[in-house]
């Protein structure tokens, strides 16, 4: 007897998440234990409502059109379950013959995930999670997919900026990157570099206390040598004391806000070094950016999604797809089954043999790491100043 | 006898300005009048220095590359030349037997341009501008190579967002296009809505005074009604004082520093409406994005180059090319040549048929205007919200 699929989205989006999708719909499809492929129309919240779409009625051309479009096509939640909520969900699945549940989502996903589970061990219901997230913090697995085109695109833009920058070399320019406690996204703007003096010429990540005066300094002697400078920052920088390094500007009932680091860096160079100093931040284009897709990482989603059916139709639960890089010069990954409860809420930051000991770079271990995660090589562009 | 040919390029770098150099060095090796193809290194200021770099010996693999590098390849300066500086350039012009001068720039490169023609117009030696911005604020002609890539640009990445914000919609999102006092740019963010209710919800425009109330009562009831609302806005919003619409937050000797527009609006509706808001600005990517540069913007910023040079070797000076739209139901241009002095410091902003009475949106006569401009359609996206 056939059951349904239920396939939910969780958090934020990225530039791949529906390629998960995408795969999970053809691998659902040509399951024979599989009938409906529901979607849940607005994340975990849908599941609640009963929200479900039968996506397996949708024609390949439009299945498609997943693999470039930015968002959840399913749409998602930031909708907080309470148990309660996870207590009504068995029901919620038999009344709809809902045998098998995915959740596709980073750490807070996952924890939805496996709370899902615990309700729904002693049913024969699955419950398997896909990875996601940009900011590739989810522990144990090798990265996540929808950090290699997050990682591509600070790549790419840095080049670009940095290409822009070398051309009119009047200022200081600061690019803010995602990711508030993990650099993971920051670091990965040194795959711009191609040759010497390339941009970026300073990053700062979150994993390091920032140090003004180090900052300033590293600054001035730069902008000296080149004129340009482009300076990568994580959008989560924090002092010594461990408080955001731009002084709150109001607070609202229980949050308090903060400007943008990159703002606030560009006006310190301005004031303290008086070298003229511009901000960009790019923010949400960082996960939204087709054009600056990798490859790899849509391959590696559809990938993700292909094998959580996989699993989940075989029975597995409680378990998230695991990405491992196999050994070997030539990057190749194997897919694993994770316990869900090993990657609840861990959260995995950049580790130190990736940072340099000023704090003001990567290593290039760190290079070596990612280089294959954001795909075919970045553009090649040509500047005859070097020529002189 | 043959004469050299030299290629000076002014102010900020556009998407296309590299292919517009690729243009110039194509046609002048074809010509039986010009020897070297010098490039100014470093802008105007690098005429008085006497950096001129012959291109005519790059290979064509390596020019090829002009057509997607972005900045600009042999760099560019904000020098302002004093009248010193132009009454030396005759006799540098005659030492490196440069007869045919070519200035590809915006409003002020144009004024340089004429400057020189005006020392130059005695002596054979012929100067014509090439017309650069992406702000698109040259008058006369019909639009200006480079505003075409960033049109693509911000339409491209409005409509990335909008995916985004729909998929997950809990807040404003408010983007901050470039373009201080011409709206051009943030109006070519409308050429991302495919749908109804497709994003840019509001636009907002330096030409008209920014209403801090109506603004407010715009985002509000598109918030109730949408859920995610995405705001583009120009980087120079002034309001009916003509003051900038953020308070100043610095000063340093004479110039007085303002914060983020986009950041102060999303400030704003956080404060004033209690709706979660964020804000991106995009910035220089707007500028140095290739992935975004317009196919169609690309071709006509080679063609201007070319154009330049069949009019440099056949004695025209005092010039610059114009653009100029053929009438008619499909998309054609026709090039010009425009007296230098009709196009020197004259700013164009956005006529007011183009926005519409509250002052939050644009006309489908822009458009209509702007739509071929930036080249290929967009990307369709999915959303299977929409089939619920």
Redo the contacts between chains.
């Keep these: 007897m056939k059951s349904n699929l239920l396939i939910v989205?969780g958090g934020?989006?990225t530039a791949v998440i529906?390629s998960s999708l995408y795969g999970v719909i053809t691998q659902a499809k040509k399951s024979d234990k599989v009938d409906k492929i529901y979607?849940a129309?607005?994340?975990s919240e849908a599941i609640l409502k009963e929200?479900f779409?039968d996506?397996s009625t949708?024609n390949e051309d439009?299945l498609k059109?997943?693999l470039?479009?930015?968002?959840?096509?399913?749409?998602?939640?930031?909708y907080a379950l309470v148990q309660e909520d996870y207590d009504s969900m068995v029901d919620i699945f038999k009344r709809n013959n809902i045998k098998f549940v995915l959740f596709n989502g980073g750490n807070g996903s996952m924890d939805t995930c496996g709370k899902v589970h615990a309700v729904c061990k002693d049913e024969e219901i699955y419950v398997v999670g896909i990875p996601k997230t940009i900011d590739n913090d989810l522990s144990i697995i090798d990265h996540a997919p929808g950090f290699g085109s997050a990682a591509r695109y600070i790549a790419?833009?840095t080049a670009?900026?940095g290409?822009?920058?070398?051309?009119?070399p009047?200022h200081v320019?600061v690019i803010e990157a995602m990711g508030r406690n993990a650099g993971w996204i920051t670091a990965a703007s040194a795959l711009a570099r191609k040759n010497k003096n390339d941009a970026p010429h300073l990053i700062y990540l979150p994993e390091r206390a920032f140090d003004e005066e180090e900052f300033l300094e590293d600054v001035k002697k730069l902008y000296e040598e080149l004129g340009g400078v482009v300076v990568v920052v994580s959008e989560g920088l924090k002092n010594k004391a461990g408080e955001s390094i731009v002084p709150p500007?109001?607070k609202?009932g229980r949050a308090t806000?903060y400007?943008?680091v990159s703002?606030h860096l560009s006006?310190l160079i301005?004031?303290k070094l008086?070298i003229k100093a511009?901000?960009?931040?790019?923010?949400?284009?960082g996960?939204?950016?087709?054009?600056?897709q990798s490859s790899v990482d849509r391959e590696e989603a559809v990938l993700v999604g292909m094998e959580a059916v996989k699993a989940v139709v075989e029975g597995r639960t409680g378990v998230m797809i695991g990405i491992n890089r196999v050994p070997g010069d030539e990057y190749k990954i194997e897919t694993s089954l994770i316990p869900i409860e090993e990657v609840m809420l861990n959260e995995r930051i950049l580790p130190g043999e990736y940072i340099n000991e000023r704090g003001n770079n990567v290593t290039d271990e760190f290079v070596s790491w990612c280089k294959p995660l954001i795909g075919e090589e970045l553009?090649?562009?040509?500047?005859?100043?070097d020529?002189?």
């Design positions: 989205h934020g989006p529906n979607g129309i607005g994340g929200n779409l996506l949708m439009k059109l997943l470039n479009t930015p968002g959840t096509a399913i749409g998602s939640s930031r790419a833009t670009e900026i290409a822009d920058v070398k051309s009119l009047i320019c500007i109001f609202t806000y400007g943008d703002a006006n301005i004031q008086g511009r901000n960009e931040k790019p923010g949400l284009c996960r939204t950016s087709i054009a600056h553009d090649e562009f040509i500047s005859f100043k020529e002189m």
